[in-house]
């Protein structure tokens, strides 16, 4: 490596494995200069506390990121058609094994509307309140209840968001009685959107221990589709599988166009709609805020959030595999986060940042997407370079993907749906 690529390596702007000089063997000029850079006070002050974890470019270690078209027998597809057929099943099937577990057997869904009030939102919304109940063959069910605003007087079947609420219900209110710019609802319904909503501990707590799983799904079906302790769900998988429980019900009702259904989460949540958008097709369109270790950002790159901290402190919201492959090097996963991105190609993908959250590891977040292009390519859908992460409050869409890094720190705001649903706008062409 010549010492400018050294330095660009070294300064995360372009991952190892995507190194490629341009025609004519240039290095592009300095693009350390342009886009965003971690605020140097916040590091300063991690600095002083001495904390061990990564949030220095410098200290991000050389990887080399799996190709996203390289099947296990080493040969590479080269068609959407073969992904789809091929890699794509192979791709998910490594998620399951090795990140999230497997979730369920198709359940059979039912719907009860148990409430309906056609003046929410001082009359500019219907609320329903719809309680989902999903049985097995076997007659085992699990029931959890969720809630959609459905913007009043619309032409036709409106868009949908559907939010993975993990925080407390005045986070997310469908009622509205209490406001949080969490999930500002008047600005979503205001601008066309059905906005749906669940309590992601209503389908498994948030918590680890048999006490904490015995009213969730995962005490109905403990192991999903995998063996327990090794590739069975965890509760990110849990929430995943719910909020395509909802979907189910969004794609039942006539005032909601089920082809439009966008699923939005925060952090943990935001992990939650990668996986949800990865696995089911059906959504249009996967947001994910602040995600971090686990969502969008590179596992290999170790910066923020240490694989083996969160698997020590939240092992339950994955499956025994990936907990215990985080004593070892990430090297050895045999995928990293920007195939959880490429599985929701070529549908609509949007990675969000705060500034001040580096413990979510911005620059990670935008990687991901950018090593996504080899599998957007194959519909021909441009995805952003990996030295073109844009500046602060700068959102940068291409194709159907899109990204931002907002100021502040680890939270959802109104700025961050706003750009969601101008991002939505655009892909849906509206
Ligand atoms: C943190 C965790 C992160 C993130 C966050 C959240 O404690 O380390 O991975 O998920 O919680 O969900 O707010």
Same mark, same amino acid.
């Given at each position: 490596?010549?010492?400018?690529?050294? +330095?660009?390596?070294?300064?995360?702007?372009?991952?190892?494995?995507?190194?490629?000089?341009?025609?004519?063997?240039?290095?592009?000029?300095?693009?350390?200069?342009?886009?965003?850079?971690?605020?140097?006070?916040?590091?300063?002050?991690?600095?002083?506390?001495?904390?061990?974890?990564?949030?220095?470019?410098?200290?991000?270690?050389?990887?080399?990121?799996?190709? !996203?078209?390289?099947?296990?027998?080493?040969?590479?597809?080269?068609?959407?058609?073969?992904?789809?057929?091929?890699?794509?099943?192979?791709?998910?099937?490594?998620?399951?094994?090795?990140?999230?577990?497997?979730?369920?057997?198709?359940?059979?869904?039912?719907?009860?509307?148990?409430?309906?009030?056609?003046?929410?939102?001082?009359?500019?919304?219907?609320?329903?309140?719809?309680?989902?109940?999903?049985?097995? !063959?076997?007659?085992?069910?699990?029931?959890?209840?969720?809630?959609?605003?459905?913007?009043? @007087?619309?032409?036709?079947?409106?868009?949908?968001?559907?939010?993975?609420?993990?925080?407390?219900?005045?986070?997310?209110?469908?009622?509205?009685?209490?406001?949080?710019?969490?999930? !500002?609802?008047?600005?979503?319904?205001?601008?066309? =959107?059905?906005?749906?909503?669940?309590?992601?501990?209503?389908?498994?707590?948030?918590?680890?221990?048999?006490?904490?799983?015995?009213?969730?799904?995962?005490?109905?079906?403990?192991?999903?589709?995998? +063996?327990?302790?090794?590739?069975?769900?965890?509760?990110?998988?849990?929430?995943?599988?719910?909020?395509?429980?909802?979907?189910?019900?969004?794609?039942?009702?006539?005032?909601?166009?089920?082809?439009?259904?966008?699923?939005?989460?925060?952090?943990?949540?935001?992990?939650?709609?990668?996986?949800?958008?990865?696995?089911?097709?059906?959504?249009?369109?996967?947001?994910?805020?602040?995600?971090?270790?686990?969502?969008?950002?590179?596992?290999? &790159?170790?910066? @923020?959030?240490?694989?083996?901290?969160?698997?020590?402190?939240?092992?339950?919201?994955?499956?025994?595999? =990936?907990?215990?492959?985080?004593?070892?090097?990430?090297?050895?996963?045999?995928?990293?986060?920007?195939?959880?991105?490429?599985?929701?190609?070529?549908?609509?993908?949007?990675?969000?940042?705060?500034?001040?959250?580096?413990?979510?590891?911005?620059?990670?977040?935008?990687?991901?997407?950018?090593?996504?292009?080899?599998?957007?390519?194959?519909?021909?859908?441009?995805?952003?370079?990996?030295?073109?992460?844009? !500046?602060?409050? +700068?959102?940068?869409?291409?194709?159907?993907?899109?990204?931002?890094?907002? +100021? $502040? $720190?680890?939270?959802?705001?109104?700025?961050?749906?706003?750009?969601?649903?101008?991002?939505?706008? &655009?892909?849906? @062409?509206?």
């Amino acid at each position: 490596m010549n010492r400018i690529r050294r +330095t660009l390596v070294a300064a995360g702007l372009v991952a190892v494995a995507a190194v490629t000089a341009p025609a004519g063997g240039q290095e592009p000029a300095k693009p350390a200069a342009r886009g965003w850079q971690p605020d140097p006070k916040l590091q300063a002050t991690l600095e002083a506390q001495k904390k061990p974890w990564v949030y220095r470019e410098e200290s991000v270690p050389k990887y080399a990121l799996p190709d !996203p078209l390289r099947l296990a027998d080493g040969t590479r597809v080269a068609t959407a058609a073969d992904w789809e057929a091929k890699r794509r099943p192979e791709t998910l099937a490594l998620f399951r094994k090795h990140v999230y577990g497997h979730p369920p057997a198709p359940t059979a869904a039912r719907f009860a509307v148990t409430e309906t009030d056609p003046k929410a939102m001082g009359g500019k919304a219907t609320l329903k309140r719809v309680r989902i109940a999903s049985a097995d !063959p076997a007659g085992k069910t699990f029931a959890f209840d969720a809630a959609v605003l459905i913007p009043n @007087g619309a032409k036709g079947p409106v868009p949908a968001f559907v939010l993975i609420n993990h925080r407390a219900v005045g986070s997310a209110d469908p009622t509205r009685r209490e406001k949080n710019d969490f999930w !500002p609802a008047e600005a979503i319904v205001g601008r066309g =959107y059905a906005a749906a909503v669940f309590q992601a501990a209503d389908v498994d707590a948030d918590k680890n221990g048999p006490e904490a799983r015995a009213g969730g799904v995962r005490a109905v079906w403990p192991a999903g589709g995998g +063996t327990l302790g090794e590739d069975s769900w965890g509760t990110l998988g849990a929430w995943a599988w719910g909020a395509s429980r909802v979907l189910d019900y969004l794609r039942t009702d006539a005032a909601v166009d089920g082809a439009k259904v966008g699923v939005v989460g925060h952090s943990r949540g935001g992990k939650t709609a990668l996986w949800a958008a990865a696995q089911d097709e059906r959504f249009a369109l996967g947001v994910s805020n602040d995600s971090g270790r686990g969502g969008a950002s590179l596992t290999r &790159r170790g910066f @923020g959030e240490p694989w083996a901290g969160i698997s020590k402190s939240f092992p339950y919201w994955f499956c025994g595999a =990936y907990v215990k492959a985080s004593a070892g090097k990430a090297d050895d996963l045999p995928v990293d986060q920007h195939q959880l991105i490429g599985l929701i190609a070529p549908r609509g993908a949007y990675v969000a940042s705060a500034d001040q959250d580096l413990w979510a590891d911005p620059r990670g977040e935008f990687l991901s997407l950018a090593h996504s292009a080899p599998v957007y390519a194959l519909y021909k859908h441009p995805v952003p370079a990996a030295d073109e992460m844009p !500046p602060l409050d +700068t959102p940068l869409v291409r194709g159907r993907v899109g990204y931002h890094v907002r +100021t $502040g $720190g680890h939270n959802l705001t109104p700025y961050d749906w706003d750009k969601f649903l101008d991002f939505a706008d &655009r892909l849906y @062409g509206r």
